[in-house]
Structures are given as C-alpha cells and as structure tokens.
C-alpha cells in the first residue's frame, strides 16, 4: 500500500482534479492520494467526483483556506 | 515575562471555551445546531438553480433602474483606456471606438458609470464573502509557467471579450433575455472553445 503526495498549492479549477485524475488512475487498489490545496472549488469538486467513482475519501482544514484531501482508491 | 492583566498564572492567554456560555451552563444542543446552520451556509457553495435564480432577479432590477443589462468587460475596457489616456496615448481615436458604441454617456468618468461601479462592488462583495467563510488566501504564483499562461489567456480573454461584446456575461447571460442573436452564437461556440481549452489544458498543463 503506497501513498502519493500531490501538489495542488496555488493552482485553480480544474486543474487539481484533472491531476488527481491522472495520479489515480496510476495507482493500485488500495493506494492512498494526498492532494494539498488552498483552493477551495477543490474541495467540493474533487470530493464529489471522488464520491461519485466510489473511492474512499476524507479531508482536513490545515489553516485558513487550505487542505489537504485524501483519497484511497477502493477500485 | 510581562504579564498581561487578562493573562492566568501560567502565562498563557487563557480563551473561554467554545461550549461554554455566562453561568457556565453548556451550549444547548440548539444553539449547536443553529451554528452549524450558519457555518454550512456562509461556507458550502449554494446551488445552482438558486444562484441562477438570485442572478436572474438582480439583473431585472439592475434593467429597471439603471436601464442597462449587467456587463463586466466594458469596465475594463474603459480602465485600460483610462491608464493608456494617462501614459499619454489616444486611445479615443482608435476604429474600435468609431465602430463601436462604447456605451458612456457624456460626464461619466472612469468610476461614474454604470459598469465600472457593478465591477467594483462584485469585487468588494467576493471579498466579503470569502471573509466571512473565512477561506480568504492569498495565493502566490506558482511556477513561471503558470505566470506566462495565465498572462497569455488574461489577454485572449480581454481581445476577444471585446471583439464579441462581452465576456460570459454581457455576451452570454444578458444577449440571451435580451432576445439578441448573438448571445446564442456565443453560447454554441463556448462548447467548442471549452472543448479546445480542456484538450490544451491535458496536453500542456499537467
């Protein structure tokens, strides 16, 4: 089981989930994504795709108005 | 160590619990709730169709008492006129602008007008906006990269919003209930630019 650090920092819509898109399809099954990102679509954008595929995923607020979200690809 | 006359024995600046109210009585599950709500709506995106809504609304009332429909890239154009008047050219005898209305009314200067004052206030509301979800950042460049293309778009942006009367606004969101034809020819030929945009974006910018 790997785990990825993607850096998504200062970079706008839709670029972070167009990466996270190519990372994860690299990935195996059971891999873990870690994406850092101050920008705040990201967070609803990336999230709801990373929903609607069925990967498992949380996020966390590390200051004002930046994250880092984390995807495990379930498949 | 100075010590500060709100400051406990231990030197450390010490803040009330969150849950905790006058009386020390714990924050009631309402109240709880009722912050939640608050947060959930000044933080979440609200959905499309009531900003769709919201939009439509404002801009009957913008066409009512100010007789014009919303425009944004007019502003900027009256702007970038102004700073090329003041580094000494004359922008006002350009073909563009005997070819064009450029919409001003006599006396209006580059604050007082219609667009210029929209522009700024959707700037200053953004701002509010974005302080009160308390996600405000200030965002550096990232690469030279990122710089020169975003440059580079900055200004196909602005040429072409020109060449088509506006931006997705003026030649989008106000030509269509306007019932001018070329709202729709913009909004068939926004597909094929974003088709394009997105192929380029893969190509070079991951």
Redesign the interface.
């Known amino acids: 089981m790997a785990e990825y650090y993607l850096d998504c920092?200062?970079?706008a819509c839709?670029?972070p989930l167009?990466?996270a898109l190519?990372q994860l399809s690299k990935m195996e099954i059971g891999d873990v994504l870690i994406m850092g990102t101050?920008h705040?679509c990201s967070i609803?954008n990336v999230v709801e795709w990373v929903k609607k595929q069925g990967h498992a995923y949380d996020y966390v607020a590390l200051g004002?108005?930046?994250w880092e979200i984390y995807i495990e690809k379930t498949r | 160590m100075i010590m500060l006359p709100w400051e406990k024995g231990n030197g450390r600046f010490t803040l009330r619990k969150p849950d905790s109210r006058k009386g020390g009585k714990p924050m009631g599950k309402e109240a709880r709730d009722c912050r939640e709500k608050l947060k959930s709506f000044l933080q979440r995106p609200w959905p499309y169709w009531l900003g769709g809504v919201l939009l439509a609304i404002l801009n009957i009332i913008l066409l009512a008492f100010a007789g014009t429909s919303w425009r944004i890239t007019s502003g900027f154009l009256y702007w970038g006129a102004f700073f090329l008047e003041k580094l000494g050219l004359h922008p006002q005898e350009w073909y563009y602008f005997s070819a064009y209305n450029h919409g001003l009314n006599p006396g209006e200067t580059l604050l007082n007008n219609d667009v210029s004052v929209i522009t700024l206030g959707i700037i200053i509301g953004a701002l509010i906006s974005i302080l009160l979800s308390g996600q405000f950042k200030l965002k550096p460049l990232k690469s030279k990269k990122q710089a020169l293309v975003g440059l580079l778009g900055g200004i196909a942006m602005g040429y072409s919003s020109r060449i088509s009367f506006g931006c997705n606004i003026g030649a989008f969101f106000s030509a269509i209930p306007s019932f001018s034809l070329h709202g729709w020819v913009f909004f068939f030929f926004l597909f094929v630019g974003a088709w394009i945009g997105s192929r380029l974006l893969i190509k070079y910018m991951l």
């Open positions: 920092m200062h970079e839709p670029i167009l990466k190519k101050d705040n609803i004002e108005g930046e």
